[in-house]
């Protein structure tokens, strides 16, 4: 795993095999951000002409190596694009996250490169810090190394700024949150042989154990002792037997209590509803919104953040053999209500059904779900956007700003009263399938049911942005990404700032 250190040191004179600079784009064409100058002059102040004669522009994404001058330690010059050069001084987070990221992929092979894009405050260190972890990611649990392609051994960023503490202070949480998310993209990218709803749950206690947090795991027999019959429902059909994991973060200090569930279906054969060929290989990244949750809890434990967190992990294996819960089956479900299986596909809601009012019974602040659960919303939203649906207007938006300022796309979307109908059955107290168009609201509103009154919540579908099939781009590698995690550890760190989200029933 790739390395982080910060360092004051001027260009010429640091240890390194790499250095990196950033590029950026202008009417004029290609522009030096501030702190290239020392690596300028030693170009004769031609650095960005050079570029520019090259064939760079400075746009995002854009890579070039260059030789040293004479008398630096570093053999190569890597630059990389900014996109547009700011107007105003300062770039973006984002666009320093994506050139982090993609001179981090661009190293892959080299021992140490230093970075030294535009970093001065916690903020942009922290950008670059987390930019360069993500995009030097790389799942080699089953692969041996590819000679010369392993991740870039150690990042030291350069700072630009007066002083270094900022700096450190931004790389620290940097590297707390880019090791987190690279931990759910571990997990997403894990072949449902190796990880089952019994080893994700070991997985969580052993990490809880490392860094202090709270984990207790229900398993079937504790399922069945305390009726968990969406868990067990789905589980039933698999011989990898289905868990709850629960793991906490309390702070003293703390003044809001959150919930996040993640639907956590370590394969999604569909169960008796069966997928087709082309629809059930890509499956094994179904638990991407238990990872997401996990890995979001044990960031707010290990940046101590002042603020409680439960995360609710519901885990099984949705599998077709004698024992599966068939179409037309009726499960009760924890708290009581039933719901008539019509499609065993539709099992994720099931899931998180069951959690959600587990999740209530403690009375948090709010609950947010995270989950892989509809094709529909991948369909509305495309691949890189998550939809965020609330019966809740001012929380759903309070959510959806909070993921543009952690640099993740999310779009608001609706539920609509009307659709609710489509759910009704005449055998149970609701079914878990309904009209088809829309399915992504019409799985929201089934979550809706379930949520116990006067908590605010949220449902994140990532089923579109949780695992990336084409070429990597910016800090986006192939495979899991670890969507929903940069979002659910931005609402931690707004409750720590904030009085708890207003009830409904206080409207
Ligand atoms: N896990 C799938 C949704 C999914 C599809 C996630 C593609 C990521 C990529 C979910 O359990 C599912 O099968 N949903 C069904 C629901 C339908 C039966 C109402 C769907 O979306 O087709
Ligand atoms: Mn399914
Ligand atoms: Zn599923």
Request: hydrophobic residues 40%.
């Amino acid at each position: 795993m790739t390395s982080l250190a910060v360092t004051s040191s001027t260009a010429a004179s640091l240890h390194v095999d790499c250095l990196v600079i950033g590029v950026a784009r202008s009417r004029g064409g290609p522009v030096l951000p501030p702190g290239t100058d020392t690596v300028n002059e030693a170009f004769g102040g031609t650095l960005a002409q050079v570029v520019g004669r090259l064939g760079m522009t400075g746009a995002e994404g854009e890579i070039l190596k260059l030789p040293s001058p004479a008398g630096f330690v570093a053999d190569i010059v890597l630059a990389v694009g900014l996109g547009d050069a700011a107007v105003e001084g300062g770039y973006t987070s984002e666009a320093l996250r994506r050139a982090a990221g993609v001179a981090a992929r661009a190293l892959a092979g080299t021992g140490r490169a230093a970075v030294m894009l535009p970093v001065g405050t916690v903020e942009t260190a922290e950008a670059v810090a987390l930019g360069g972890l993500l995009g030097s990611y790389a799942f080699s649990a089953h692969r041996a190394p590819v000679d010369g392609r392993n991740p870039v051994g150690e990042l030291v960023i350069r700072t630009t700024g007066e002083t270094l503490d900022d700096v450190t202070e931004g790389v620290r949480r940097g590297a707390v949150i880019g090791q987190e998310v690279n931990r759910a993209r571990d997990l997403v990218n894990m072949p449902a042989n190796h990880l089952t709803p019994e080893t994700f749950a070991a997985t969580v206690q052993a990490v809880g154990e490392e860094y202090g947090t709270d984990v207790e795991v229900l398993d079937e027999k504790a399922l069945a002792e305390h009726s968990y019959g969406g868990i067990l429902g789905v589980g039933q059909g698999s011989v990898r037997k289905p868990r709850l994991v629960r793991i906490g973060h309390t702070h003293p200090a703390a003044r809001t209590t959150l919930a996040f569930v993640g639907k956590g279906i370590t394969y999604d054969s569909g169960g008796i509803s069966l997928k087709p060929v082309g629809f059930n290989e890509i499956m094994k990244r179904d638990m991407s919104g238990a990872a997401a949750v996990f890995a979001s809890v044990v960031t707010a434990s290990r940046l101590g953040l002042p603020v409680n967190i439960t995360g609710w992990l519901p885990l099984a294996e949705n599998m077709p053999s004698g024992s599966a819960t068939r179409p037309g089956d009726v499960l009760r479900m924890y708290g009581g209500r039933t719901v008539e299986v019509r499609n065993t596909d539709a099992e994720g809601r099931l899931v998180l059904a069951d959690a959600m009012v587990r999740a209530g019974e403690d009375g948090p602040d709010a609950i947010v779900d995270v989950a892989t659960l509809t094709a529909a919303m991948k369909t509305a939203l495309g691949h890189r956007t998550f939809g965020v649906m609330s019966d809740d207007d001012a929380f759903r938006e309070h959510v959806v700003g909070a993921a543009a300022r952690a640099g993740e796309q999310a779009w608001a979307m609706p539920l609509p009263a009307e659709l609710r109908e489509s759910l009704s059955t005449s055998v149970a107290d609701i079914a878990n399938t309904g009209e088809r168009m829309g399915g992504g609201l019409v799985a929201g509103l089934f979550l809706k049911e379930f949520v116990p009154p006067g908590i605010p919540w949220a449902h994140l579908d990532i089923a579109g942005p949780a695992y990336h099939e084409g070429a990597p781009y910016g800090y986006t590698p192939e495979g899991g990404t670890g969507s929903g995690v940069r979002t659910l550890v931005q609402l931690a760190e707004d409750a720590t700032a904030e009085a708890p989200p207003r009830s409904r029933t206080g409207e």
